[in-house]
């Protein structure tokens, strides 16, 4: 079984759910640098993620990012920037996503705004203004290929943006903004893995399957321990064939 052994990682929306699920598992794959990103690190949502951090000192490091706002994002990676060493970033892992739960008829000019700024322009500017940090650590292996223990980054995306699979479905569930945020994102994956392949580094987008957390709800299929286990055996295994490909947590292939 292919295991994850990425030195450091940066994870957005790390505070609940699954990004702090990923934090938790990265600790248990022996990553030495865990940034655990989130927009609220004081507040009573990331109390969970504080005793994390107070558990893991040196290792897991709780940064201030909002991904909707670009100068916060700036503001992160002075921080991290300072606490990263000549190896770099090795992975970044795009979690952060907020869910109006909308239809087609009742979805405002406030909700699209709030979906596209979240899920799609927060990963693109949280990726352009990280990136020098990511191509140290593709440079800094001194290895051939494409990995996530070299260089990767992770959009978290949802079999919800699979246009094939939407336009299968008789009554969808009303995720109008979110879908179309995600199908978006997606696309992000694609034109990131063209302009990223010459400094081999690895972009995917990922489906954690229909999760049982805040956004996902009580009536989803699989909870966060069985999400995350699975994607990690996935991030582990990924090389360049994978690169700009769009998976879920058991390592299928999505339709787009």
Not at 63 to 92: F, H, Q, R, Y
Not at 106 to 117: C, G, K, L, R, Y
Not at 169 to 195: C, W
Request: aromatic residues 6%.
């Amino acid at each position: 079984m292919a295991t994850l052994k990425a030195c450091s990682a940066l994870v957005t929306g790390a505070n609940r759910g699954l990004g702090l699920e990923i934090v938790k598992q990265l600790l248990e794959a022996l990553c030495s640098q865990i940034f655990a990103a989130c927009r609220d690190p004081d507040g009573t949502n990331s109390e969970a993620l504080r005793e994390l951090a107070k558990k893991h000192p040196g290792v897991v490091t709780i940064v201030k990012l909002d991904v909707a706002d670009p100068c916060s994002i700036k503001e992160s990676v002075k921080k991290v920037g300072s606490l990263l060493g000549k190896n770099g970033l090795n992975l970044i892992i795009n979690n952060a996503a907020v869910l109006p739960q909308k239809s087609m008829w009742s979805t405002t000019v406030e909700d699209m705004i709030q979906a596209f700024n979240t899920n799609v322009m927060g990963p693109l500017f949280v990726i352009r203004e990280y990136l020098p940090y990511l191509r140290a650590a593709a440079k800094a292996s001194g290895k051939p290929g494409m990995s996530c223990d070299k260089a990767a980054v992770i959009n978290m995306s949802t079999n919800s943006s699979s246009m094939s699979l939407v336009a299968a479905e008789t009554e969808p569930f009303p995720l109008f903004p979110y879908s179309i945020s995600k199908a978006g994102l997606n696309m992000l994956t694609v034109y990131t893995a063209r302009d990223l392949k010459a400094d081999e580094i690895l972009c995917i987008s990922i489906h954690p399957g229909y999760v049982k957390t805040d956004m996902g709800g009580d009536k989803a299929h699989i909870d966060t321990r069985t999400s995350v286990e699975g994607m990690m055996r996935v991030f582990g295994s990924l090389t360049e064939k994978q690169h700009g490909g769009f998976m879920d947590y058991t390592g299928k292939t999505m339709p787009w």
